[in-house]
């Protein structure tokens, strides 16, 4: 590499996916305690409110969309750098693509009234995890298959991966199980909770791994003829 070229790093792109979101559900949800949309509980524990409601109303709604519309662009981002990184995975590609659109329809349309829009919410949910954590899966494989992350890197991704699954075999059961609606209701918002924090999570080991690896990006100094 040339003396003047410059190498950035990668590995933030994915730690800020975890931050921005962290910070957008957690902060959204206290303005909204505050200002009385919602009621105060430990919702990873008492499950009293999902984060949509958290994030629906006044201040919070606003933050929350500010962040996280950003997040969403990061995360396509993160899935073609992924796929520049392990030189082909275009079905990951376009799973982690289509998790990023949906991601940014939920929190565009988030707090909005009508049917049309509470089904694009639910969309932007469903899509968001069930593409995301394909694409996950996706790229565990393909990075595994050709060493491209420290083995201690795969087996937490892997860790994280089969929690996620493991709680959303829990919400089906829960489902079928709980004849109660209300009981219903707060033991999807725990599960909700705990979702969403492993999905950053993984973005989290994903950085840790990139960062590792000296992954970067160059960016050579062309002299003027």
Same mark, same amino acid.
């Given at each position: ?6 190498? &950035? ?7 800020? &996916? ?47 969309? /500010?962040?996280? &519309? ?6 396509? /981002? ?6 520049? !990184? ?67 890197? &795969? ?38 909770? !705990? ?31």
């Amino acid at each position: 590499m040339n003396a003047d070229d410059a190498r &950035i790093p990668l590995w933030p792109l994915p730690l800020l &996916i975890a931050v921005l979101f962290l910070v957008a559900a957690h902060a959204a949800y206290l303005l909204s305690i505050q200002a009385g949309h919602v009621p105060a509980c430990m919702p990873y524990v008492d499950g009293c409110v999902s984060i949509s409601r958290a994030a629906r109303h006044g201040l919070g709604n606003h933050l929350f969309r /500010l962040l996280v &519309i950003p997040c969403a662009v990061l995360h396509a /981002l993160v899935w073609w750098l992924g796929r520049c !990184w392990l030189q082909g995975g275009r079905l990951m590609l376009a799973l982690g693509a289509m998790s990023a659109m949906a991601l940014a329809v939920y929190a565009t349309f988030l707090g909005t009234e009508g049917e049309a829009y509470r089904f694009l919410r639910r969309y932007g949910v469903v899509v968001y995890f069930g593409f995301g954590y394909l694409a996950q899966l996706a790229l565990m494989q393909r990075a595994a298959r050709r060493g491209a992350l420290p083995a201690g890197v &795969i087996a937490a991704l892997s860790w994280i991966a089969v929690a996620m699954l493991g709680l959303g075999l829990a919400n089906v059961v829960a489902g079928l199980a709980v004849p109660d609606p209300a009981a219903k209701d707060r033991w999807e918002n725990v599960f909700e909770w !705990w979702l969403g924090l492993l999905m950053v999570g993984w973005y989290a080991v994903l950085a840790l791994g990139w960062r590792r690896q000296g992954l970067a990006m160059e960016l050579k100094r062309h002299d003027p003829l």
